[in-house]
């Protein structure tokens, strides 16, 4: 079975800091990677997502993530954080293999940022 | 964002009573899925329907019943819940093509159940 581990429960940082949250899953196969966002009083969205090809990905908003194979890892950032990324940010795993099947997700990190 | 709705957003039930969570998907995508977002615990996949076919079930109890009548709407449906049940019900939506090809779900609001 596959897991997703996120070890930064709360963040807290200030404007214009640089944000890195970590995840690392366990699978052995192929996988595809994913981060959502939850902000405050909305619904999980998309923030950026990993198939295949260029393991940088550019998400909305600024974000970023790197995956690292060999680490296992799918590590989020952000140059330069703004209030507004206040939020509750998910990893996600989907094995591959087409179709639907559900996602794995970490526990989640709870990000605030102070003005 | 009114590519997934769910209704209603806040539920409030006793032990005994029988009621039902409504998802609705406006994107024409063809998979649906229920998970459990419970306090300090990572959300938990419940069912996945694939053209409206039930192909996983995650070791939910029976008191939780999905119904999936159509590719647009999925229902969960309640009944003798207990108080750890309590938690936000998320219904998802991805496009399911055929083949080996990965899929983004797409999240609605959530209902808020309170069991008491």
């Known amino acids: 079975a596959q897991s997703v581990s996120q070890h930064n429960h709360h963040v807290i940082l200030s404007e214009a800091a640089s944000l890195e949250l970590g995840c690392n899953y366990s699978y052995g196969g192929t996988v595809n990677l994913f981060w959502y966002v939850q902000y405050p009083g909305q619904h999980l969205q998309l923030l950026l997502k990993?198939?295949?090809?260029?393991?940088l990905v550019k998400g909305i908003k600024g974000f970023e993530a790197e995956f690292i194979k060999s680490k296992f890892s799918f590590n989020l950032r952000k140059p330069s954080v703004q209030w507004s990324d206040t939020a509750e940010y998910f990893c996600?795993?989907?094995?591959?293999?087409?179709?639907?099947?559900?996602?794995?997700f970490g526990k989640g990190t709870h990000l605030i940022i102070q003005p | 964002e009114t590519g997934v709705t769910q209704t209603p957003r806040h539920l409030v039930m006793g032990m005994t009573n029988k009621k039902s969570l409504k998802c609705e998907q406006h994107?024409?995508?063809?998979?649906m899925y229920w998970y459990k977002q419970s306090a300090k615990k990572p959300l938990e996949l419940m069912f996945v329907?694939?053209?409206?076919?039930?192909?996983e079930n995650n070791s939910v109890p029976s008191r939780f019943s999905p119904e999936c009548p159509n590719s647009s709407h999925l229902f969960l449906h309640l009944h003798t819940l207990q108080p750890e049940d309590s938690a936000l019900y998320l219904c998802a939506s991805s496009l399911s093509l055929a083949g080996a090809l990965p899929d983004t779900q797409y999240f609605g609001p959530g209902t808020r159940l309170t069991v008491l």
């Open positions: 994107l024409g995508h063809n998979a």
């Open positions: 996600a795993v989907l094995s591959a293999g087409g179709g639907a099947d559900g996602l794995t």
């Open positions: 329907y694939n053209f409206k076919e039930q192909t």
């Open positions: 990993y198939f295949s090809g260029d393991p």
